[in-house]
């Protein structure tokens, strides 16, 4: 494999490093060019391309990346399509995220052009969530790198997902004169959301006084039904023989550890009744934000009994406070309101592909309407407030064919820079309090407003922390629903991109809905606006 810029007459089956654009030629980087490609480049003028010539066995980065995807043997996940020499993997249902550290670290020890990254042993994922991802560096591997890779990835456990399971969970809070009636009804609600994931259910919640006696009374009366306790303490525990532990053991239980080195969450209290596990809850967890009662939690969820020992070995990664780039908990919208979703109406592009002086495809008429007014109406019709529609090219035009439209249409004056100026333009103008942003392409004639609705309704049941792609079978379309987590990153894209990388990058999870072929269709050329059923005006 080499990596060179090739004269044109000796790079046929060569890998472009670079995409190339001369005349009427548009090659994208990591093509493998053909002969045609080589006379097409040829006549257009071009004297080299910056390209990488394979040897004997090397492997394109995506048949690569496919290669290792298919070898690896997983329970309860799910492979994504190779692209860009990459692909991601996925959990298919929710639980605890394993992996064998020493095998990755193995795997990646092979080749630097080969690498596999994943998130840490026993993360709690949701199903559909990204859990790791296969990426080949250059645009080509050596084949017997690549062997000796797919022998590694192909150990048994090397990842995998334990699913959750359903549980019948019994909360007991303590009372005080000092704990506000309000504060504990937030608690159960918010612990409701922590158990929907696994399909567990709050089977009921006793408020006792906060003594040992009292408490006690109440764990041997709610044993007999649960499957795990849960005990929510008005005060603290500040020793392992406070109200909490000792309740536990007068009701012929057994105390495990009392507190744990994961902070917050350090005042955690695991014990045993008959068997079942009991948990006290530490104070922090009457806050969405994560801590160490989530981690005891998630872990007893799938079917593991936690020893002294383990919550011993949580220290390492355990400092939770200080991380001011962990993600605020997606639980806490999911029950006090509904996420609230956006517009960005992309219409600014130079339509280039439809020739020089050509008719506007976004003014072109489907059933008697231009596009971008039927695409910005269908996001109407779909329930955006506000829909901020962004232009450029020929932009009094567009403006005037969205007139009477209850939208913000912003003008981009950098559009010739790329998508890149006017998704910033867009989410800019959003408002504060916007949970997510859809972003529609003016120019897909197939988007309407039940396609849009079935996207935004993914988003809300996500409680608005993942990202929503439209998708028609296992092709991967538009429109996108972007968190507002992702919005720092939108706004420092530059040049023509749009939010791809972000999309594929970000860790959250991606959901993919299916919403036929609309998610395909765009109209880019003349030809593709009439295949489509539309008319052309000049």
């Avoid at 612990?191 to 929907?196: D, G, K, N």
């Avoid at 379309?477 to 939010?499: K, Q």
Wanted: negative net charge; charged residues 20%; hydrophobic residues 50%.
């Amino acid at each position: 494999m080499r990596f060179a810029e090739l004269p044109i007459g000796e790079a046929e089956d060569a890998l472009l490093a670079h995409s190339v654009k001369a005349a009427a030629v548009r090659l994208r980087k990591g093509h493998r060019l053909t002969a045609q490609d080589i006379a097409d480049l040829d006549a257009a003028g071009v004297a080299t391309v910056f390209a990488v010539a394979l040897d004997a066995g090397d492997e394109p980065e995506d048949p690569a990346a496919a290669r290792l995807a298919a070898a690896l043997h997983s329970d309860h996940v799910t492979i994504g399509e190779a692209a860009t020499g990459r692909v991601n993997i996925f959990a298919a249902a929710s639980g605890l995220f394993r992996v064998d550290a020493a095998g990755v670290d193995a795997l990646n020890r092979v080749d630097p052009a080969i690498t596999f990254a994943c998130l840490k042993d026993r993360s709690p994922v949701n199903a559909g969530d990204i859990v790791s991802t296969i990426k080949i560096i250059p645009l080509a591997v050596a084949g017997p790198a690549l062997a000796e890779a797919t022998m590694a990835i192909a150990q048994t456990g090397l990842i995998g997902v334990t699913p959750f399971r359903s549980a019948k969970v019994a909360l007991i809070a303590t009372t005080l004169p000092s704990l506000k009636p309000s504060v504990m009804d937030k608690t159960r609600a918010l612990l409701e959301v922590r158990l929907a994931p696994s399909g567990s259910t709050l089977l009921s919640e006793t408020r006792v006084a906060h003594e040992t006696g009292v408490l006690a009374e109440a764990l041997r009366n709610t044993v007999n039904g649960a499957d795990i306790l849960i005990v929510f303490g008005a005060s603290a525990v500040a020793d392992p023989y406070d109200v909490i532990p000792e309740a536990i053991r007068q009701a012929g239980g057994q105390v495990e550890a009392v507190g744990m080195p994961v902070d917050p969450g350090n005042l955690l209290v695991l014990g045993a009744i008959d068997g079942k596990p009991v948990i006290g809850a530490p104070g922090c967890a009457r806050s969405p934000k994560e801590n160490g009662f989530d981690w005891v939690l998630a872990r007893i969820l799938a079917g593991e009994t936690v020893t002294r020992a383990d919550i011993a070995g949580m220290g390492v990664g355990g400092l939770l406070t200080e991380i001011a780039s962990r993600p605020q908990p997606r639980i806490v919208r999911q029950y006090v309101s509904q996420p609230t979703v956006g517009g960005v109406l992309l219409a600014a592009g130079k339509a280039s592909r439809m020739g020089i002086d050509g008719a506007h495809k976004l003014l072109a008429e489907f059933d008697g309407e231009a596009l971008v007014w039927r695409t910005a109406r269908a996001g109407l019709d779909a329930g955006l407030t506000p829909l901020i529609a962004v232009t450029g090219h020929r932009t009094d035009e567009v403006t005037a064919a969205l007139a009477g439209l209850d939208l913000v249409t912003l003008t981009n004056p950098a559009y010739a820079s790329g998508m890149a100026s006017s998704l910033k333009a867009g989410i800019a103008a959003l408002d504060a309090d916007i949970d997510g942003a859809i972003i529609l392409l003016a120019d897909m004639p197939g988007i309407g407003p039940g396609e849009i609705g079935k996207l935004i309704n993914a988003f809300q049941r996500a409680g608005g922390e993942a990202i929503v792609r439209a998708a028609s079978g296992e092709k991967r379309g538009n429109p996108v629903i972007l968190p507002r987590s992702t919005f720092d990153a939108v706004l420092a894209l530059e040049g023509d991109v749009g939010a791809r990388q972000i999309v594929e990058t970000s860790g959250l999870r991606i959901i993919d809905v299916d919403i036929g072929q609309a998610a395909q269709l765009d109209v880019d050329t003349p030809e593709a606006v009439a295949a489509a059923g539309g008319v052309l005006r000049a």
